[in-house]
C-alpha cells in the first residue's frame, strides 16, 4: 500500500475511533488502532499515529479538544470580573462531605496520569478521591495517605495500573509501605489484569526482560504485558462505575446531593443578597 493511502486509513481510522469517544490521549487512540489490526504495535507505529494527530488538528480534519495532553497542562491562576462571580464559583465549590454517611472510605490511586481525565470525571459524582501515582508513589505521598487512612480499617483503594512486572508489583509495595505506618486498607487491584486482556483481546506487548521484576512476573504470568491504556475508554469507565458503586451506599450519597442542592441555593441567595 503506497505511503499515502495507508496514513489516509489510518487518519480515517483515528477519527472513527475519537467520534466515539473523546478526548482521548495519543497512547489510547494507537491502542485502538492496534486493536482493529490497522497498524502494528512497535514504537515506529505509535510515532507514526502521532504525528498523523498532529498533522490531522493543524489542518482541521479533528478538533483539537479530542486528543489531550494531561502531563502538559497550565497552572492558571484564578481571577474573577467582580464579587458576583466569585459568588458563583463558591456556590460551585460547594460539597458536603459524603463519607460522613458511608460504609466505608474509599480512594482511587491511578499508575498512569495520561488517564486521570477519565478518572476525574467519573470520581467527582461520588467525591473519590484519586491519586495519581505515575509509577511507584514517592514515600512522602505513602505516608500521606496514612495519615489520611489511619489504621486502614474500613478503607478500600481501587487500584488501577498496567499488567506488566512494575504494574502487578506496585500493588505489594503499596500495601507493605503503608503498612510502615500500621495502617493495612483493603487494597484491590481493579485493572488491568489477565482476565481483562483475555476478555477484550488487549493487544500485549513482552515484558522488559531487564526489569528485575521480570523474572517473578513471567514465571507466574507468561512474558506478555499490556499497559492500562490499552483498555478501551468505556469500558474502563464501567469497571470504576462498577467499583465505586458496589462498595458505596448509593441512597445515602442522593441524600447528601439533595442536602447540598438546598444548601447551595441558600448560600447563592445570601451572597447574591
Known amino acids: ?29 494507537y491502542y485502538r488502532l492496534v486493536s482493529r489490526q490497522i497498524i502494528d504495535n512497535n514504537r515506529s507505529q505509535y510515532q507514526a499515529v502521532s504525528n498523523i494527530l498532529v498533522d490531522a488538528r493543524k489542518s482541521g480534519a479533528i478538533p483539537w479538544g479530542w486528543v489531550e495532553d494531561r502531563l502538559r497542562k497550565p497552572r492558571y491562576v ?6 458576583a462571580a466569585f459568588a458563583h464559583t463558591a456556590v460551585h465549590s460547594y460539597r458536603l462531605d459524603v463519607w460522613a454517611t458511608q460504609p466505608c472510605y474509599l ?16 470520581l467527582a459524582n461520588y467525591g473519590v478521591t484519586l491519586n495519581v501515582g505515575r509509577g511507584y508513589d514517592g514515600w512522602d505521598s505513602i505516608h500521606s495517605a ?20 512494575s504494574g502487578e508489583d506496585m500493588v505489594r509495595s503499596l500495601r507493605e509501605r503503608l503498612a510502615f505506618f500500621g495502617c493495612e486498607p483493603e487494597i484491590v ?15 500485549p506487548d513482552f515484558a522488559k526482560k531487564t526489569d528485575t521484576r521480570a523474572a517473578a512476573f513471567i514465571d507466574r504470568w507468561g512474558d506478555m504485558a499490556v499497559e492500562l491504556d490499552a483498555l478501551p475508554p468505556d469500558v474502563l469507565q464501567t469497571s470504576l462505575k462498577n467499583e465505586v458503586e ?13 442536602q447540598e442542592a438546598a444548601d447551595k441555593e441558600a448560600l447563592l441567595e445570601k451572597l447574591s443578597s
Not at 18 to 24: F, G, R, S, V
Not at 107 to 122: P, R, V
Open 189 to 203: 487491584k481493579c485493572a488491568l489484569t489477565l482476565d481483562d486482556v483475555h476478555r477484550y483481546n488487549l493487544p
Open 146 to 165: 496514612a495519615m489520611r487512612f489511619g489504621t486502614g480499617e474500613g478503607c478500600t483503594v481501587l487500584y488501577y495500573g498496567d499488567f506488566d512486572p
Open 246 to 258: 458496589k462498595r458505596m451506599d448509593l441512597a445515602a450519597l442522593e441524600s447528601i446531593k439533595l
Open 107 to 122: 480512594e482511587c490511586w491511578l499508575e498512569k496520569d495520561a488517564l486521570s481525565g477519565i478518572f476525574e470525571q467519573l
Open 78 to 83: 484564578s481571577m474573577w470580573d467582580n464579587l
Open 1 to 29: 500500500m503506497a505511503k499515502h493511502k495507508r496514513t489516509e486509513m489510518i487518519l480515517e481510522n483515528a477519527i472513527s475511533v475519537l467520534a466515539d469517544y473523546h478526548p482521548m490521549t495519543v497512547r489510547q487512540v
